[in-house]
């Protein structure tokens, strides 16, 4: 069964200070995606990363796909009470002819005005 | 442009009350999902639909049953509602890329309460 962890499971910060979000697991993916889910809403899908190392910038939002395809981070820097929200990754795996995806159990970020 | 639509938004049951949650697509998607969300445990996938005419078991099949309609909708079933099942349900829809994965495009989910 593949799991993907995520930290911290909740992080409460100030406008204006950087965070990093961990997602790790044992299982290689093939490819890993981050959405973000505001509340009464679904998910939105961010970013996908495809490539080992690869890193994708999306405004303040940077993200990295690790090496081995097994983990993945996302940085946000200078955040604004905008990025509140439940921050959720997934990690795509092939089974059968389909394909779907294996979710973390996401980091709620809460920025303070 | 709708995307992804859920009916109801919201659904109180009682226990052994039977329900269906339905979930329509626009985009012109082959693959459909059912996903049920709970406190600090991401979202599980309850059964999916990778193309029309076929459904498989996901992560959490226990006690739903589902139907693909049609290309553009995909239920979902409780027989028998447990308390257990009590839970925010999301439906998304996916198309497979050139590069073998895709983005799923979520519905604004169905809060469900089983007392």
């Known amino acids: 069964t593949q799991l993907l962890e995520q930290s911290p499971q909740f992080l409460s910060i100030q406008e204006g200070e950087n965070l990093t979000v961990y997602c790790n697991s044992s299982?290689?993916?093939?490819?890993l995606q981050w959405y973000r889910q505001e509340p009464g809403e679904g998910p939105v899908l961010l970013v996908t990363?495809?490539?080992?190392?690869e890193v994708k910038k999306l405004k303040r939002l940077t993200f990295q796909f690790g090496d081995a395809r097994k983990d993945s981070s996302l940085h946000i820097t200078a955040a604004q009470p905008g990025d509140t929200g439940l921050y959720l990754c997934?990690?795509?795996?092939?089974?059968?002819?389909?394909?779907?995806?294996?979710f973390g159990s996401g980091t709620r970020l809460l920025v303070r005005p | 442009n709708a995307g992804v639509t859920q009916t109801p938004k919201f659904q109180v049951l009682k226990t052994g009350q039977s329900m269906t949650l339905q979930c329509a697509q626009d985009?012109?998607?082959?693959?459909m999902y059912w996903y049920r969300q709970d406190p600090g445990m991401g979202l599980r996938l309850i059964y999916y639909?990778?193309?029309?005419?076929?459904?498989d078991k996901g992560e959490v099949p226990n006690g739903y049953n589902v139907s693909r309609l049609n290309k553009r909708e995909f239920s979902l079933r409780l027989e028998s509602a447990a308390p257990s099942q009590t839970s925010v349900y999301f439906c998304?829809?996916?198309?497979?890329?050139?590069?073998?994965?895709?983005?799923?495009?979520f519905g604004n989910g169905t809060r469900l309460t089983v007392t």
């Open positions: 639909s990778a193309s029309e005419g076929t459904t």
């Open positions: 985009m012109n998607h082959n693959s």
């Open positions: 990363v495809v490539t080992g190392g």
């Open positions: 997934a990690g795509l795996v092939t089974m059968d002819s389909s394909y779907k995806l294996i």
């Open positions: 299982s290689v993916f093939s490819s």
């Open positions: 998304a829809s996916s198309e497979l890329s050139g590069m073998g994965y895709s983005p799923l495009h």
